[in-house]
């Protein structure tokens, strides 16, 4: 009987694809990291769609030149995959063509590499055009150098993970001319995209700009959803949506413009962070960035400077920066016991903010966006920060943002009034 996940879909019953995740612990990658990043593998192999049945990890100083990890484990990652019937082997790291069609010769299944992976669930989750182009891009640029032999091996696995979306199922791709005509083609479809969104940017030019970043997953959707008052996808997933959602949003008379941004994670493919960086114009272009953290999660640190190191790349560093750390439901049920007396509990979450604060320079608060816990006080501190902006460019509204000020006031008041009743 076989081992494979199974459902049914109109009483047709569907194996569900099924994989292991190979990593290694090298002398830049500790055993706690390889972890935490195939826990993140494994989220992301299941945001596409596929069952991890197994890990495998072994300590090299580096990834070996033929076959990422040594003979003897490829041998038993080999007999498990023949044993268990698997799909799939999962590599938590960018592999070359060659390393690929080696390992691939030896297991006689198909391997995709963290990147490959990230790709395909781009190419299901993007919705608009400039997002579909942008995928495209760079599916066909991180092909290009594996068309070598490619087909051959697609012949025989045809379909499933690793090979959705424009770029992935079209034979153009056997021809390297034609797939770097297509390339071309992309980009100039991604430039004359790129004008038609500079056109409708210069109709915002008085207004102030302000985009949530940050880590995939961390609730910057659903922080776009409390604070626009309007319906975003949102979704416990990695990459729950990779188009920049930009909304017009008022606080008692002030406006400003407020957008969501693809989420960033640990060893983006390079492709994809230069298609994107179209995507990521309002984030260029913003005048705040909310920097959303997840800190519920253990490595939130590390998430923070990943997203730290692209906004650097992005020229964006310079840029005022709010720090919202978000998920503190969650922080609290895995840091705290029940039995713990609350003079401890507020005495350790004192000693967290005040920690932070100093770090931040004051620029960080601490939410919960799905019990909208300190929302509120969110609200008041970006409104401060917008207002603030506001008086420095355009001196001349100074009026205008005056009595705006007296009427939020009296809002915020009516909100704190709702809540404690």
Request: glycine fraction near 4%.
């Amino acid at each position: 009987m076989s081992d494979k996940p199974k459902f049914k879909v109109d009483n047709t019953t569907v194996h569900v694809e099924t994989a292991v995740l190979v990593a290694l612990v090298s002398q830049n990658q500790s055993e706690e990291q390889t972890k935490e990043y195939l826990d993140e593998l494994e989220f992301l192999a299941e945001t596409d769609g596929v069952k991890t049945m197994k890990r495998f990890t072994q300590k090299l100083p580096h990834p070996d030149n033929k076959t990422y990890v040594g003979k003897g484990k490829l041998e038993e990652i080999r007999a498990y995959v023949e044993d268990k019937g698997i799909d799939l082997i999962l590599i938590d790291d960018e592999i070359s063509p060659s390393q690929q069609r080696n390992i691939e010769e030896v297991v006689k299944k198909r391997v995709l590499d963290r990147s490959m992976l990230i790709l395909d669930i781009f190419a299901q989750r993007a919705r608009t055009v400039q997002a579909k182009t942008q995928v495209d891009l760079a599916q066909l640029q991180y092909m290009l150098p594996r068309l070598k032999g490619m087909w051959t091996h697609l012949e025989r696995q045809r379909g499933g993970t690793g090979t959705r979306g424009g770029a992935g199922e079209k034979e153009i791709e056997t021809d390297r001319r034609m797939a770097e005509k297509k390339i071309s083609l992309l980009k100039d479809k991604l430039k004359e995209i790129d004008k038609q969104n500079m056109v409708r940017r210069k109709h915002r030019s008085e207004m102030i700009r302000v985009a949530l970043v940050g880590y995939t997953n961390v609730g910057k959707s659903t922080l776009m959803n409390l604070l626009a008052k309007e319906t975003v996808f949102a979704e416990n997933k990695l990459f729950a949506t990779v188009d920049t959602t930009v909304r017009k949003v008022t606080f008692n008379n002030v406006p400003f413009l407020l957008s969501d941004t693809v989420g960033f994670i640990r060893k983006l493919p390079h492709h994809l962070v230069e298609s994107f960086k179209s995507t990521l114009d309002e984030a260029i272009e913003a005048d705040i960035l909310l920097h959303v953290v997840d800190i519920s999660h253990t490595a939130f640190e590390d998430q923070m400077n990943v997203v730290n190191e692209i906004l650097k790349d992005l020229n964006c560093e310079d840029k005022p920066v709010v720090v919202i750390f978000n998920k503190m439901d969650l922080y609290e049920q895995k840091k705290f016991d029940e039995f713990l007396p609350d003079e401890i509990r507020n005495g350790l979450l004192t000693e967290l903010k005040e920690s932070w604060m100093a770090k931040t320079h004051d620029n960080c608060i601490f939410v919960s966006a799905i019990q909208n816990r300190n929302t509120a006080d969110l609200r008041e501190l970006l409104f401060q920060k917008v207002k603030k902006l506001y008086l420095e460019r355009y001196p001349y509204k100074a009026g205008y943002l005056t009595a705006a000020q007296a009427g939020w006031q009296d809002y915020l008041t009516q909100q704190d009034t709702t809540l404690e009743s």
